[in-house]
């Protein structure tokens, strides 16, 4: 029953659930066998082929996309398959034990200006089971990292590998994995001992418990791959919005191991975050809107996917996060973040650099500094629900009715990675994110029926 409650409560925004389904059944049928169908897609069992590449992992493992664009197995994106039904419990525990099989609690100095600390988790795992700490590249050796891709490894990987620990618990109800001795690069720990250093490995704020990252010359370290083109210093929003759910996650995991302690630690730890998160990141602007921003240096711009995901999983409660909801509605209604139910990272009215990041590798309107997503489409739609349901209803059947806009042949959807109605351009069709996270985020947030 705890690992019921903690489901319910810890992942899906702490929020009171909706009084009915935002979509007509037949749309949640459409959606459900979608997210079913490019989970499937992007599946390679030990020894198939993927991308030109056999799976020589020894694990049933799932890559980006179904179409095979990234032929390697990415930890956030795998991470963000889970909440459903989509993944059994055995072969998530073969992505846990791949995962420890990367990690070393040595630091590696790749070479200068490269370091990658001890207990980070890898940003991708290659088909040979070998990682690469780095976006940019499959290099699994000292030609990785470093610009434009940062003297540390993103951070948010470290909290994806807690979510998916405590994912297997919370649909196992079983504590045998948590408690076992697993194997990675430096020797064997148990893995409650290792989850507690890999929370502790990224580097935050001794005040506040917020993450950081350096200077963007020396150091342009990423808080979060789907922002791996985009520059931040300072403390940053959404890696900290992870360690956050990771703590409340570890909360619940340490407690049912009878470690009330460390339990207690966690606890204290997720809400010294929360605390600190609105005089850090929320902004009211002159019009009188407010938003969390991205971060405290570069990249001190309104975030749209931070504060979407910030108000989803209930980092920000209370007056803040109904401020976040209407500055999210009139942004939707504006079209100033969203198009065809898909995402902008940042707003098209943003005054900082003309509706684009203050800092990016990637061209204007394009990926991450300007093309729309469907990776974050559940968390704004839950976001919307809080104050304008007629809103929140809206975007999602202008969601179902993108897919549907784009079917192929064969049944499924194109599902883009991104694209830009406005320029025509799209990227990696049958992107599993852009399905089975909406499903699986409206789901958890009570937003469905089924």
Request: with cysteine; aromatic share 10%.
């Amino acid at each position: 029953m705890l690992a019921r409650r903690e489901l319910l409560k810890g992942l899906a925004g702490w929020m009171a659930l909706p009084p009915a389904p935002l979509l007509a059944p037949e749309d949640e049928r459409f959606l459900a066998e979608q997210a079913r169908r490019v989970v499937l897609s992007a599946r390679l069992r030990p020894g198939d082929l993927g991308g030109g590449r056999r799976n020589e992992t020894g694990c049933t493992i799932h890559v980006p996309g179904g179409n095979m664009g990234y032929p390697a197995f990415w930890i956030r994106d795998a991470v963000m398959m889970l909440g459903d039904d989509l993944i059994p419990a055995d072969e998530l525990e073969g992505w846990i034990r791949l995962i420890c099989s990367t990690i070393s609690g040595r630091d590696w100095h790749v070479r200068p200006g490269v370091e990658v600390p001890a207990w980070s988790v890898p940003d991708h795992i290659n088909y040979d089971g070998k990682a690469t700490f780095y976006p940019g590249s499959y290099e699994t050796g000292d030609k990785q990292g470093g610009k434009p891709f940062g003297k540390y490894p993103p951070l948010d990987d470290n909290f994806y590998f807690l979510t998916a620990v405590w994912r297997h618990w919370a649909v196992t109800h079983k504590l045998a994995l948590a408690q076992s001795v697993v194997k990675t690069a430096s020797g064997q720990i148990r893995l409650s001992e290792l989850c507690e250093r890999v929370y502790a490995a990224p580097p935050s704020d001794a005040a506040t418990g917020l993450c950081v990252v350096g200077d963007v010359e020396t150091e342009n370290a990423k808080d979060f791959g789907f922002c791996d083109t985009i520059n931040k210093s300072g403390k940053v929003l959404f890696a900290s919005l992870l360690k956050f759910v990771a703590a409340r996650q570890m909360t619940a995991l340490f407690r049912a191991l009878g470690r009330t302690d460390t339990a207690r630690r966690f606890a204290r730890e997720a809400d010294r975050i929360r605390a600190a998160l609105p005089a850090t990141f929320a902004h009211t602007s002159g019009n009188g809107e407010t938003w969390l921003h991205a971060a405290t240096e570069v990249g001190n711009q309104p975030d749209v996917w931070g504060t979407a995901y910030a108000v989803w999983c209930g980092a920000v409660e209370g007056d803040l996060a109904r401020a976040l909801s209407r500055a999210l509605a009139r942004a939707y209604r504006d079209k100033t973040a969203v198009r065809e139910g898909c995402v902008r990272h940042i707003l098209t009215t943003d005054p900082v650099n003309h509706g684009l990041w203050q800092s990016a590798t990637s061209s204007p309107g394009e990926y991450q500094n300007g093309g729309y997503w469907g990776t974050a489409t559940g968390w704004y739609i839950a976001a919307l629900a809080q104050t304008d349901r007629a809103a929140a209803a809206a975007m999602a059947h202008d969601y179902i009715a993108f897919l549907r806009g784009h079917m192929r042949p064969d049944g499924m959807a194109e599902a883009w990675e991104w694209f830009n109605p406005d320029t025509g351009k799209s990227t990696n069709p049958t992107y599993v994110a852009t399905v089975a996270l909406p499903w699986i985020s409206l789901r958890q947030a009570g937003l469905l029926g089924n």
